[in-house]
T-cell receptor, first 115, second 117 residues
Framework: EAGVTQFPSHSVIEKGQTVTLRCDPI?????LYWYRRVMGKEIKFLLH????????ESGMPNNRFLAERTGGTYSTLKVQPAELEDSGVYFC?????????????FGNGTRLTVT | AQSVTQPDIHITVSEGASLELRCNYS??????LFWYVQSPGQGLQLLLK??????LVQGIKGFEAEFKRSQSSFNLRKPSVHWSDAAEYFC???????????????FGTGTRLTIIP
């Protein structure tokens, strides 16, 4: 089975620009999560989708971040306009619902650099 | 609020030596505990998890971890490290939403492991 796929793997943008990150979860995984790691700090939860619905978006930093999961398949995370403090590695993860033993499968992450 | 502390930012060990990575957590209820590893250029891979039962948990790649409630710890161990174990290791705590499976995790800041020949 294909793993969680994220692209781009790297993105370098200037402050004020817009960037869209994409995540393709494992087929059949209804849970989809976004996490972020700012340099040298812990990996922090951003939000959780169950299918196309946002289950928990308590970790979203501010309204410059918009996550969508149309059709309950892939998800996008848009940052508009980007600020310097948005730099970091953005991870996506997916898992099956209804299975308490279903582990989170993480993608390789997107490294975002805002200059 | 739940939190995880990994007190060691960077550890260097010789190949073949034993390893212990420390993790302390703060959580109001029964915790669900995880160790993940991130190798260079890779995503996070689950090494092992503790939900309940035997407090000594076996994982992949020869790793094990022991849950000690009295010390709020979940340290990761390996009796003999290999050069391929060089990576960053993350401890995490979470709870489960029974309807959906996995809830959001709270991670520590990670421990970078360097292996010397």
């Amino acid at each position: 089975e294909a793993g969680v796929t994220q692209f781009p793997s790297h993105s370098v943008i200037e402050k004020g620009q817009t960037v869209t990150l994409r995540c393709d979860p494992i087929s059949g995984h209804d849970n989809l999560y976004w996490y972020r790691r700012v340099m040298g700090k812990e990996i922090k939860f951003l939000l959780h989708f169950v299918k196309e619905s946002k289950q928990d978006e308590s970790g979203m930093p501010n309204n410059r971040f918009l996550a969508e999961r149309t059709g309950g398949t892939y998800s996008t995370l848009k940052v508009q306009p980007a600020e310097l403090e948005d730099s970091g590695v953005y991870f996506c993860a997916s898992s099956r619902t209804g299975d308490v033993n279903s582990p989170l499968h993480f993608g390789n992450g997107t490294r975002l650099t805002v200059t | 609020a739940q939190s995880v502390t990994q007190p060691d930012i960077h550890i260097t060990v010789s190949e073949g030596a034993s390893l212990e990575l420390r993790c302390n957590y703060s959580y109001g209820a029964t915790p669900y505990l995880f160790w993940y590893v991130q190798s260079p250029g890779q995503g996070l891979q689950l090494l092992l998890k503790y939900f309940s039962g035997d407090t000594l948990v076996q994982g992949i790649k020869g790793f094990e971890a022991e849950f000690k409630r009295s010390q709020s710890s979940f340290n990761l161990r390996k009796p003999s490290v290999h050069w391929s174990d060089a990576a960053e290791y993350f401890c995490a705590v979470g709870s489960l939403i029974s309807n959906f499976g996995n809830e959001k995790l709270t991670f520590g800041t990670g421990t970078r492991l360097t292996i010397i020949p």
